[in-house]
């Protein structure tokens, strides 16, 4: 039996962006970095405010459809409860349509505001992480982004199905129940992070509708050893970083609708830096143990680049 809020009651999310696939582990890998929205939700007696600020505050609907809205009503109603008002803040620092994991960040947040007045109302309400990739996974149909968010750190994360195999006879995905899952991995404390964010943005749609249906063995096999080289690179020997981020299922296929994330990914790695795409992209993402070097700074800022250093974060907090 559902339950009702009372009005009153208040939650703040701080939910970090995400990188994912860090070139070869495609829709596994993940890295929470710290660059943070924020949602502050409060019941009330009937209706729905939101207001918006930041990132976004001009493009994203001000209503019942706004992402943040529908992921604070699942996350209640998973807790068995309801409430019937809201008034919603969202705070965006997350560029929108960067490759930076705000659409998993909006989920996140959302869906652990929800559950936080589900447990300021009563603690044994409490979410696990794994229920919350899970909820938060089912809005994008992975879990690499929303994991990091989640979980903070890198992350490992897969997918599951209620049987073996995964396809039907014509060869074609059948809808079986699905399980999102992942683990966190500490990052070797040496690691850095660098994102070089351009002015125009991406759609993940486009991006991942020019990836071919198959590739060739080899590159399957080459990402394959690279995907797990990543995991030592990234936790215990980051002077394998270079080799550990080469990739050839996704980023060639991209390349011709991000010319520029492409030049930069090539200086960078010419110079002896770990750079990949940040998930769809455009965003560049460098990781290292040294200092980014101010030439290449000042080179990217006259390419219109904003270059950030954000550290590598924790997961999504709810007070």
């Known amino acids: 039996?559902?339950?009702?809020?009372?009005?009153?009651?208040?939650?703040?999310?701080?939910?970090?962006?995400?990188?994912?696939?860090?070139?070869?582990?495609?829709d596994s890998l993940g890295l929470a970095l710290g660059v943070y929205d924020e949602i502050v939700v409060r019941t009330t007696d009937s209706g729905l405010t939101i207001r918006v600020e930041g990132e976004g505050a001009d493009d994203v609907p001000w209503g019942p459809s706004h992402l943040v809205v529908r992921a604070i009503e699942r996350g209640l109603e998973s807790a068995g409860v309801w409430a019937d008002g809201l008034d919603v803040v969202c705070r965006n620092v997350i560029p929108h349509s960067r490759g930076l994991g705000s659409s998993a960040s909006a989920v996140v947040g959302g869906l652990a505001a929800g559950r936080g007045l589900a447990v300021k109302f009563d603690p044994e309400l409490a979410c696990s992480n794994d229920d919350l990739v899970q909820l938060a996974a089912e809005f994008e149909g992975h879990p690499d982004n929303a994991s990091a968010s989640v979980l903070g750190g890198v992350v490992v994360s897969w997918t599951e199905t209620d049987r073996e195999g995964d396809t039907g006879m014509n060869g074609a995905a059948e809808h079986h129940m699905r399980r999102y899952r992942a683990v966190r991995l500490d990052p070797h404390p040496a690691l850095r992070a660098t994102v070089l964010v351009p002015e125009e943005r991406s759609s993940t749609a486009h991006t991942r509708g020019l990836l071919p249906e198959t590739v060739p063995h080899g590159d399957a096999a080459f990402n394959v050893s690279r995907a797990a080289l990543a995991v030592v690179a990234l936790t215990e020997r980051p002077d394998l970083l270079l080799p550990a981020t080469a990739d050839r299922l996704h980023q060639g296929y991209r390349s011709s609708a991000l010319p520029l994330t492409t030049v930069w990914i090539d200086r960078l790695r010419a110079a002896g830096i770990a750079a990949m795409v940040s998930g769809a992209g455009p965003t560049v993402l460098a990781l290292s143990t040294a200092e980014f070097p101010a030439e290449l700074r000042e080179l990217a800022a006259a390419d219109g680049l904003r270059v950030w250093h954000p550290e590598i974060s924790g997961g999504v907090r709810v007070d």
């Open 1 to 26: 039996m559902t339950r009702t809020l009372p009005p009153g009651l208040t939650v703040t999310t701080r939910v970090p962006a995400s990188s994912a696939n860090l070139g070869p582990g495609f």
